[in-house]
Structures are given as C-alpha cells and as structure tokens.
T-cell receptor, first 112, second 115 residues
C-alpha cells in the first residue's frame, strides 16, 4: 500500500462547478497535510495546509481533514480553466526528520 | 528576492557521465531538499539537509551525493549517470516561522535526460 494515495485522474469538471480532490494516507501518526498545485512543466506551489480535523477555507479553496478515516480532501469552488493542473497531496510523518510524503497527484481539467 | 534557483534547467548526459545540479536559496532557510519526480510516482526525496553542515539520505539516495556548501547552497551530484536517473529534479527549502508550521518552497526544476 502506498503511503499517500490519490486518484490519478484526469478529473474533468465544467467551468463554475466544484472540483473535489481526494487523498488517503496510511500513517495514523501523520500530523500535517498539504495540497500543492503543479502546472505542466512547472514546480509545485503550496496552496493549502491543514493540521486539525475539520474544514479550512481560503478563498475558493477548502481543505477537509478526517484523521479517523485518514482522509484529506481539497474542494475548489467556481472552478476556472486556470485551475487546470495536477494537485499533489503531501503528508508530513512525525518520525525521523519529519519528511513530506507526496502522492502521485490528480490531474484536474476544467473545461469552458 | 529570487526564492529557490536551480541550474541548469535542462541537461542531456550519456550513460556514465557525471554532473552536478546546483541549488541556491536567498530566504535564509535552514533546511534544504532534493527531490526527483517521475511520471506516476509523485515527488520522492533523494537527500535533505536540516542545517548547514549536515546531510541525510531520503527515500531514493542510491547513485547520488550531495554537498551543503553553505546555508544558501545545496548541490546534487551524479557520479556515473544511468538511464534510470532520467527525471525532473526539484530543490526545495523550508522554514518554520515562529508559532507556525514548516512550509517548503520549490525551485523551478532541472530536466535531466540520460541516454
């Protein structure tokens, strides 16, 4: 079992819709969770971080964390074509040097 | 303030050749990282440096060496390149702000092709 799993997609949504991206992780001791956006040919860019159960909102983005289910999600409201990118879920494990474990990413395509 | 910079942007090597990927950050961060990204594999940590003068292995260190030259610079060396090292390499640095959580910032990447 991979430590951080994401559906590779592509997830295709119409402009203006809500895009829902999901991520599960295997280490129950994980404390910090991150969503990075990566445009094709570019480097990852941090868009959201979440550390406690529940929802965290930032503009059109909402991160949701459920530690009991080992599940973290990212909702993008009013999706725009400029949101088309690969979204990487990353989890920080508490052991060792607190490394980030990345999922393989979900490709999102927002069509007009 | 350039953030994290990497050189070169692109490189083609023949099997067995050596090269060094350079990374520098101007954010006064203590921690620096080298990742590789392959299709369908996500980002995998090669080496990291928690502070100047220290380096440690990550998930996939075989075939690589690193040097933390000073607080700003962290280089990755391939001594004898292999086709399996064809990848996109990202350098990152991080800080832990007072009362906050660590955030990693990534450089633009180096695309390496080993023939």
């Amino acid at each position: 079992q991979k430590e951080v799993e994401q559906n590779s997609g592509p997830l295709s949504v119409p402009e203006g819709a809500i895009a829902s991206l999901n991520c599960t992780y295997s280490d129950r001791g994980s404390q910090s969770f991150f969503w990075y956006r990566q445009y094709s040919g570019k480097s990852p860019e941090l868009i959201m971080s979440i550390y406690s159960n529940g929802d965290k909102e930032d503009g059109r983005f909402t991160a949701q964390l459920n530690k009991a289910s080992q599940y973290v999600s990212l909702l993008i409201r009013d999706s725009q074509p400029s949101d088309s990118a690969t979204y990487l879920c990353a989890v920080r494990n508490p052991g060792g040097y607190n490394k980030l474990i990345f999922g393989a990413g979900t490709r999102l395509a927002v069509h007009p | 303030n350039a953030g994290v910079t990497q050189t070169p942007k692109f490189q083609v090597l023949k099997t067995g050749q050596s090269m060094t990927l350079q990374c520098a950050q101007d954010m006064n961060h203590n921690s620096m990282y080298w990742y590789r990204q392959d299709p369908g594999m996500g980002l995998r940590l090669i080496y990291y440096s928690a502070s100047e003068g220290t380096t440690d292995k990550g998930e996939v260190p075989n075939g690589y060496n690193v040097s933390r030259l000073n607080k700003r610079e962290f280089s990755l060396r391939l001594e004898s390149a292999a086709p399996s090292q064809t990848s996109v390499y990202f350098c990152a640095s991080s800080e832990v702000p007072a009362g906050g959580h660590e955030t990693q910032y990534f450089g633009p990447g180096t695309r390496l092709l080993v023939l």
